[in-house]
């Protein structure tokens, strides 16, 4: 054993698919958080609802990391279909548990990983009766376990029986029993706890534990959207359904939903909606995953010519085609940017975890209705659907939500004669009106060439002159979206930037590349058109990367596109396994390019 | 070249509707269809059908898809808000818009390709929804707009200008929407503007899906000897089933229903509609009974007309989901935010 870890250290735990083991992991990782302990936890799942592998990994990290460790320190194998790469993925002095009740395979082990068998499943079944109640409480068994080995409060894991179960009086019965017979055997037969272990500390005070779907869902509810319009996909579906628990929380009662939630025949339908209302003034959305987006691109042309504001929000997953749907990528940075034929561009919000999640769904909303467009809120299934410790989120009761210019009947009565694209600020944006309001509002929305007055036209310069509106209003946009945000070194001649899920890697990665002597500059670019802040950075480093979790480094074509900067200034670093991104990919990326430079 | 507007020249003389407003108030810009494209009469018995329904035009949204007869809307109630969608997607946009505010009347106007072809799932969906709109499918059996392929609703054998005679099997909207639960479903002809106008006005006032499908040939490409979408072949064929009368509220009904041949029947908002069978076989509240009737006559090569089924007490869309009455739309932010001191209770849940 190199050393002891005490609240820095990976545990992961290797199940398999519609076992139940959920509700026991989250447990252990909610117990530690609990602790005060900073923890944030991944699902590694196939595209599977019952008998494929999955796997759950805690990263326990005292200095505050949220990203994939990259190494796995505790492992407890569940599963025998993957004992093999399970064994191997566990790191040098590193522990193992098992279900002892079946003989280990003495060819699978290593000598430097300490072997713990517990026979959980004999356990099970002595103690319970029903199949599938005894393998539900295996998984108790092995969080009791957990709790021995590695010190976990167990006052910590009655309070959260307490609070999952309620009045449940006998399911905590029988969640304690498993927990105490997991401990107690633990206890007995092992030297507890293990080198990896848990201390009380009080660091995750006023933090919550969520996914960035909840917050995500949570900012539409906060800025009063009344329309969610969806199809069913994987990784966002979970965002409808925390929108639909909110909704059915804080805005049912006897006069009926304050909101409609529509299952659309498909996603060329969902958009759709989400047009119709956002053009008739609510504030609709719709959550869906690449897939989606592509078929979603027709109306999204639609929406920008004719300038009606929409919220997407894109919970990338990996493509291309149907891809491995339960992976994560930043592989949608240009079909959202650019989605559908003709000269369109659409402003995009890149979130970097849960807190900005609801922040930019809220923003998307002011976004999307101030500049008459649709907005994407670029998320991804790392953060969508895995569980971030987070800053509680706030709400600021004066905010209000920016309607943008939508001329009411009062001054639609008062103006000689209203002309939907015309540009009396000449701030890009033309004042809209909305259906049933006034009889002076009325006009015709049509994808077809019109020009400035609405009207249908066929001519050059009519067309060109709304075309030209609609590229200045989108420069406008740069200064609207959020700005990029730096931080690292001022004055050093190495910058990296990055965005999205990359963010938790890449603050571990300068912490560690500081180490080593390189003290580099990040710069995370948080919406698109970008702001000049974008530019300055790139002009004042020597060396410039850019990290992203696609194939073809879609963001710095972006860049290219959008900034004019040149190809070979933006260095790649391209992680696109479908595993989230982790700082030593980052830290090794730099190092050997670098090396490579020197010796060039 | 920009929208043509018609002269607003007022005649002193022209007769008012209850809310003041003569019949031009309810048209549009000048068509650019087709001089005798039936989709021009359906215009027509639109402006007329609202003039009589003394509806504020502002408080009509009219949308389509895209297409010949996807243009019209330009072509009545240029008062009102107007939407050409995209090609098949006229339902989803009227889906959302219904959504955001209840309270108006919806009408969307589309073609045997928006609505068969490409839309055939959107119009599918907002059938099964039974979404609160008048719907009109202006049926001519071909795509006019892309110069005359055959549509979906062209039936077996039935001649094209040039060429070999359609060989695949027509998908029948009126068929269609029977069958998938539709609470309102006619069909009407282009040239028959009296059976038109009351079923349009009744299925503006139907709360829920109204569908008129109405066959409207188009001259330029499907209006020969041999095509059964012309207006010899309809007019040759036609077999009116029920013949409609809308009554507005509180008028007075004058109707002798001692025969047992004219049925009377209260629509939500009060009003009225008067069915007179034409055919006395014919039962408009059976489902089973409706499509064996509209099968067996067309495999007759006829063409059934009128209101051929109703259910007035199907839920629509909003009764469905539960949704309050003030249009979601008009919701004040406060009513909608649960503000800061409920998410730092909720927070508390997320420890
Ligand atoms: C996505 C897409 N594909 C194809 C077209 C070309 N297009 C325009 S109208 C039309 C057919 C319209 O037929 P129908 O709805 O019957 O209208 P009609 O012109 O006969 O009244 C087609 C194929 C289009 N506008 N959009
Ligand atoms: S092409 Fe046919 S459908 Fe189109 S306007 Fe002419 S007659 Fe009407
Ligand atoms: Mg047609």
């Known amino acids: 054993?190199?050393?002891?870890?005490?609240?820095?250290?990976?545990?992961?735990?290797?199940?398999?698919?519609?076992?139940?083991?959920?509700?026991?992991?989250?447990?252990?990782?909610?117990?530690?958080?609990?602790?005060?302990?900073?923890?944030?936890?991944?699902?590694?799942?196939?595209?599977?609802?019952?008998?494929?592998?999955?796997?759950?990994?805690?990263?326990?990290?005292?200095?505050?990391?949220?990203?994939?460790?990259?190494?796995?320190?505790?492992?407890?194998?569940?599963?025998?279909?993957?004992?093999?790469?399970?064994?191997?993925?566990?790191?040098?002095?590193?522990?193992?548990?098992?279900?002892?009740?079946?003989?280990?395979?003495?060819?699978?082990?290593?000598?430097?990983?300490?072997?713990?068998?517990?026979?959980?499943?004999?356990?099970?079944?002595?103690?319970?009766?029903?199949?599938?109640?005894?393998?539900?409480?295996?998984?108790?068994?092995?969080?009791?376990?957990?709790?021995?080995?590695?010190?976990?409060?167990?006052?910590?894991?009655?309070?959260?029986?307490?609070?999952?179960?309620?009045?449940?009086?006998?399911?905590?019965?029988?969640?304690?029993?498993?927990?105490?017979?997991?401990?107690?055997?633990?206890?007995?037969?092992f030297d507890c706890p293990l080198h990896c272990r848990l201390e009380s500390d009080s660091k995750t005070d006023g933090q919550i534990v969520i996914d960035g779907n909840a917050a995500a869902a949570l900012g539409c509810l906060y800025a009063g959207a009344t329309v969610g319009a969806w199809y069913p996909i994987t990784p966002s579906t979970s965002l409808m359904d925390a929108f639909a628990g909110y909704c059915n929380k804080f805005r049912s009662g006897d006069e009926g939903n304050r909101f409609m939630i529509i299952q659309a025949e498909d996603e060329l339908a969902a958009i759709g909606m989400?047009?119709?209302?956002?053009?008739?003034?609510?504030?609709?959305?719709?959550?869906?995953?690449?897939?989606?987006?592509?078929?979603?691109?027709?109306?999204?042309?639609?929406a920008y010519y004719t300038e009606i504001p929409a919220v997407l929000f894109d919970i990338q997953r990996v493509g291309p085609s149907t891809g491995m749907p339960t992976r994560t990528q930043q592989c949608d940075i240009l079909i959202c940017a650019y989605a559908s034929h003709g000269d369109t561009q659409h402003v995009c919000l890149y979130p970097a975890n849960p807190e900005e999640c609801f922040e930019m769904a809220a923003d998307a909303f002011d976004l999307a209705e101030r500049l008459q467009t649709p907005v994407f809120v670029v998320s991804d299934l790392d953060i969508g659907m895995n569980e971030w410790a987070c800053p509680e989120f706030t709400w600021d009761d004066a905010r209000r939500p920016d309607r943008g210019e939508v001329l009411d009947a009062e001054q639609l009565a008062a103006i000689e004669k209203f002309h939907r694209y015309l540009d009396d600020d000449n701030d890009g944006i033309a004042a809209r009106s909305l259906p049933g309001v006034h009889p002076k509002g009325a006009y015709f929305t049509r994808g077809s060439g019109h020009n400035k007055f609405g009207g249908y036209t066929e001519d050059a310069d009519e067309y060109q002159e709304v075309l030209d509106r609609l590229k200045f209003k989108f420069n406008e946009a740069r200064h609207r979206v959020p700005a990029a945000v730096e931080s690292g070194a001022h004055d050093g001649e190495v910058g990296i930037i990055a965005y999205g899920s990359s963010d938790g890697a890449m603050i571990e990665a300068l912490d560690r590349l500081k180490e080593?002597?390189?003290?580099?500059?990040?710069l995370r670019i948080r919406g698109f058109p970008f702001g000049s802040e974008v530019q300055?950075?790139?002009?004042?480093?020597?060396?410039?990367?850019?990290?992203?979790?696609?194939?073809?480094?879609?963001?710095?074509?972006?860049?290219?596109?959008?900034?004019?900067?040149?190809?070979?200034?933006?260095?790649?670093?391209?992680?696109?396994?479908?595993?989230?991104?982790?700082?030593?990919?980052?830290v090794q990326g730099v190092l050997n390019h670098l090396q490579q430079r020197k010796t060039a | 070249m920009s929208h043509i507007a018609k002269p607003a020249a007022r005649h002193p003389g022209q007769p008012v509707n209850k809310l003041g407003f003569s019949e031009r108030d309810y048209e549009g810009g000048m068509s650019t269809l087709c001089a005798g494209c039936g989709h021009d009469s359906i215009t027509a018995a639109l402006v007329k059908a609202f003039f009589e329904l003394d509806i504020e035009p502002h408080r009509v949204a009219k949308l389509s898809g895209i297409?010949?007869?996807?243009?019209?809307?330009?072509?009545?109630?240029?008062?009102?808000?107007?939407?050409?969608?995209?090609?098949?997607?006229?339902?989803?946009?009227?889906?959302?818009?219904?959504?955001?505010?209840?309270?108006?009347?919806?009408?969307?106007?589309?073609?045997?390709?928006?609505?068969?072809s490409i839309g055939i799932g959107q119009f599918a969906h907002a059938v099964r929804r039974n979404l609160n709109m008048l719907y009109i499918i202006e049926n001519n059996g071909v795509y006019g707009l892309t110069k005359g392929q055959f549509s979906a609703s062209a039936d077996l054998g039935s001649k094209p200008k040039k060429g070999a005679p359609n060989q695949l099997s027509p998908i029948d909207p009126v068929n269609m929407a029977i069958s998938m639960g539709a609470s309102f479903v006619a069909r009407s002809f282009s040239g028959d503007k009296d059976q038109l106008v009351p079923l349009i006005k009744a299925g503006i006032r139907h709360d829920g899906f109204a569908l008129i499908d109405v066959i409207s040939p188009c001259v330029t490409f499907?209006?020969?000897?041999?095509?059964?979408?012309?207006?010899?072949?309809?007019?040759?064929n036609i077999v009116e089933t029920i013949h409609t009368d809308f009554v507005p509220p509180r008028q007075e009904i004058t109707v002798d229903f001692a025969s047992g041949e004219v049925t009377s029947v209260r629509l939500h908002d009060g009003s009225h509609m008067l069915l007179k069978k034409v055919d006395k076989a014919y039962n408009a509240d059976d489902r089973a009974a409706a499509i064996s009737y509209i099968q067996h006559h067309q495999a007759e090569g006829r063409v059934v007309t009128g209101l051929l089924y109703f259910d007035g007490a199907e839920p629509e869309f909003h009764q469905v989901s539960g949704t309050c009455q003030e249009p979601l739309r008009d919701l004040p932010h406060n009513e909608l935010c649960p503000g800061s001191e409920a998410l730092a209770k909720l927070m508390k849940g997320y420890r």
């Open chain 2, 222 to 236: 499907n209006d020969h000897d041999g095509s059964t979408k012309s207006y010899q072949y309809t007019r040759d």
């Open chain 1, 274 to 302: 989400v047009v119709g209302a956002s053009w008739n003034g609510a504030r609709a959305f719709t959550p869906t995953s690449g897939p989606g987006i592509s078929l979603m691109s027709e109306f999204i042309g639609f």
């Open chain 2, 67 to 116: 297409g010949c007869s996807s243009k019209t809307p330009a072509y009545f109630l240029s008062a009102s808000h107007g939407f050409n969608s995209v090609h098949g997607r006229m339902p989803s946009v009227v889906t959302g818009a219904n959504a955001a505010e209840r309270s108006m009347a919806y009408v969307g106007v589309s073609g045997d390709g928006d609505s068969l």
């Open chain 1, 516 to 522: 080593q002597g390189l003290d580099a500059a990040y």
């Open chain 1, 536 to 586: 300055k950075f790139i002009d004042r480093h020597e060396v410039v990367f850019i990290v992203e979790q696609n194939r073809d480094a879609q963001m710095r074509t972006l860049l290219m596109n959008d900034l004019g900067v040149r190809r070979d200034d933006l260095v790649p670093l391209l992680h696109y396994s479908g595993l989230p991104i982790y700082a030593d990919f980052i």
């Open chain 1, 1 to 189: 054993m190199s050393g002891h870890k005490v609240n820095n250290f990976v545990l992961k735990m290797a199940n398999v698919n519609g076992t139940g083991s959920a509700s026991a992991n989250g447990l252990v990782s909610k117990a530690i958080f609990r602790m005060g302990v900073p923890m944030s936890a991944k699902n590694f799942f196939p595209s599977n609802i019952q008998g494929l592998p999955t796997w759950y990994e805690i990263r326990i990290s005292g200095d505050g990391y949220r990203a994939r460790a990259g190494q796995v320190d505790v492992m407890v194998a569940m599963n025998a279909q993957t004992y093999k790469r399970d064994v191997a993925e566990v790191c040098s002095g590193g522990y193992l548990i098992y279900d002892s009740t079946w003989p280990w395979d003495e060819q699978l082990s290593r000598d430097d990983v300490t072997f713990i068998g517990v026979p959980f499943a004999r356990m099970a079944s002595e103690a319970f009766t029903g199949s599938r109640i005894r393998i539900l409480m295996k998984n108790v068994i092995y969080a009791g376990a957990l709790a021995a080995l590695l010190d976990i409060d167990m006052a910590v894991i009655k309070q959260l029986l307490k609070d999952q179960f309620g009045d449940k009086q006998h399911l905590i019965d029988a969640n304690h029993k498993a927990i105490a017979l997991g401990y107690d055997f633990a206890k007995e037969n």
